[in-house]
């Protein structure tokens, strides 16, 4: 909040500077426009008067040369006697009058040349009069032009003195007006470049605000992209978690998987691989975008991969490793990455995806984390449905044997007994015992025992149908439960059961064993029971009679 005023504050600083500046600059310019035109015009009015005060010599000189050509003409005429000089001569004295009355209006401003001006006006006046008489006196007229030419030169020579003082005047003028304008101009230009100081000042500091607020701009849009491209990768991660935790087969993970990895990384193209039960081989899973076809080979060893053997996620392209994976069916691509399937601290396989253009693998950079993610949640759903499989199996099945065990049984019979009766079909069951396996199992050890156990399991698997489920009881008894079969199947099935059990020969040590037997009993639904105990009871009951009438041999309870 703090930084917000501060800034704020430094904003309002250029700009009250520049307002002061701008005013103080106006009221400067219109002083300073004020003085200069004082200035110039005292520097008109000097002017004027020089030209003034030489203007009033020319009238001096042009009356002296009136005044001359008045003498000029007198003497011709003397000379002549002629009528027309006597007239040219007092034409000439018109002239040097005319000449008078205009110096007496360009000295009107003289006060000093008042007597002069007046002179003038006598003697020329004295001129015109004597040259208009008869006999005129000729030493008269020249008298009054010599008064006349008296009095101009002394015009002339207080008009020089006016004009040498205004000259000084108006020099003293331009100098003062020079030294006070150079005066004027420092201040200006220091008021200029003061304000062209705090303008730059200001622009610049609007350039860096700009700038600032592109970057910024430029940056949240950055972010906004990046958060959407984030709630797009999650809501990804959510609908992949969602679908992986529907699958209950890994088939159905690998295609999810695959799904899942085309649309988190588009235009890529990649193959899912996993590693067998002997972890000998990589077999890939699945692909995309062609789930038939990919760069990876169908199958390959471990040490093919550099992913698997590093043990972590491996680009190879431009910037990164140079060192191609060895587990491709033709070329290998250009940039690519291999990151390992990790659960649990057990590497189940690997990913691979192959960026075919730059775009590509900058979007596939962008979302590293949800790859990531991804790939554990995959390795993770992987784990959990063997972990969940594994743990079916040692809940349905014996660890010995790998039949079915007796509470898979009573749930398996139960649901066979019911569907039998829905249908109002038959079902029979069988109970197996070996015969003599407690004396065997002392005899030989409990090692041996297990050996037969298992071996006579496998030729009762393999000696029934399909749809048959075949479990171990208890001990050396097992159970098989058929179901859509008649008395005389069952006596067949029975018996091709009690025959390949007596054909088994079994490797105990170093010797061959061959006196292995069962006894058989049997019941039939809906014959014998309603409900599995009714059954199982008539069974084992008819597995009594068996064992006491002489073991290997079939019963069937009647």
């Known amino acids: 909040m703090e930084q917000v005023k501060d800034r704020s504050t430094d904003s309002r600083v250029p700009i009250t500077l520049i307002v002061i500046a701008a005013v103080g600059s106006l009221l400067f310019t219109l002083g300073g426009g004020y003085f200069l035109f004082r200035n110039t015009r005292n520097l008109v009015d000097a002017r004027n008067w020089v030209e003034h005060t030489q203007d009033v010599l ?44 205009h110096l007496q209006s360009a000295v009107a401003d ?20 004597e040259l208009a008489k008869q006999d005129w006196d000729e030493t008269v007229a020249n008298n009054q032009l010599l008064t006349c030419q008296q009095v101009l ?64 701009n430029a940056k949240l849009a950055t972010n906004v992209k990046t958060l959407h491209e984030n709630a797009h990768v999650a809501k990804l991660l959510a609908l992949s978690r969602d679908e992986l935790q529907l699958c209950t087969e890994v088939q159905q993970v690998y295609r999810a998987a695959a799904d899942r990895f085309s649309q988190l990384l588009p235009e890529t193209s990649g193959a899912l691989c996993i590693i067998n039960s002997s972890r000998n081989l990589v077999e890939r899973v699945a692909s995309w975008p062609d789930p038939e076809q990919s760069v990876v080979s169908e199958i390959f060893a471990p040490e093919n991969c550099c992913g698997l053997r590093s043990g972590q996620l491996r680009w190879k392209g431009t910037g990164a490793s140079a060192i191609d994976c060895e587990h491709f069916s033709g070329e290998a691509p250009g940039a690519y990455f291999c990151v390992p399937l990790v659960a649990q601290g057990e590497t189940t396989g690997v990913l691979f995806v192959e960026c075919p253009t730059e775009e590509a693998r900058q ?90 156990l ?37 006596k067949e099935r029975a018996e091709k059961v009690r025959q390949a059990i007596e054909d088994l020969r079994t490797q105990i040590g170093n010797h061959v064993r061959g006196d292995i037997t069962i006894s ?12 599995s105990e009714e059954l199982l009871k008539c069974a084992d009951a008819a597995l009594y009679r068996a064992k006491h009438e002489g073991r290997n041999r079939v019963v069937i309870e009647a």
């Open 58 to 101: 020319l009238g001096i000189q042009n009356a002296s040369r009136r005044a001359d050509q008045v003498q000029y003409s007198t003497r011709i005429f003397m000379l002549t006697r002629h009528d027309s000089d006597r007239q040219a001569s007092q034409r000439s004295a018109l002239l040097l009058q005319s000449a008078v009355v």
């Open 110 to 129: 003289n006060p000093a040349e008042a007597e002069n001006i007046r002179q003038l006006e006598q003697c020329s006046n004295g001129v015109i009069v």
């Open 153 to 216: 030169a002394s015009m002339t020579e207080q008009e020089r003195k006016l004009l040498k003082e205004r000259t000084d005047a108006s020099q003293q003028q331009s100098q003062f007006s020079l030294f006070t304008e150079s005066g004027l101009a420092i201040p200006c230009l220091l008021v200029l470049i003061a304000l062209f100081s705090l303008l730059l000042r200001d622009a610049l500091m609007r350039n860096r605000i700009a700038k600032a607020s592109r970057r910024t």
């Open 363 to 452: 979007n596939v950079e962008r979302r590293d984390e949800g790859v990531r993610q991804l790939v554990q949640l995959t390795a993770m759903t992987l784990a959990s449905i063997e972990l969940r499989k594994k743990l079916e199996r040692q809940s349905i099945r014996d660890g010995l044997t790998g039949l079915f065990n007796r509470h898979f049984m009573q749930i398996a019979f139960d649901r066979e007994l019911a569907r039998s009766t829905r249908r109002k079909s038959t079902l029979a069951v069988l109970m197996l015992d070996v015969d003599h396996f407690k004396q065997f199992n002392d005899q030989f050890g409990h090692a041996a025992g297990d050996t037969v």
């Open 454 to 490: 298992k071996e006579v399991a496998r030729v009762i698997g393999s000696s029934v149908r399909a749809e048959d489920l075949v479990c171990r009881y208890g001990g050396e008894e097992f159970t098989i439960i058929l179901p859509d079969i008649g008395l005389d199947a069952i």
């Open 520 to 531: 058989i009993g049997g019941a039939l639904f809906p014959r014998d029971g309603q409900t």
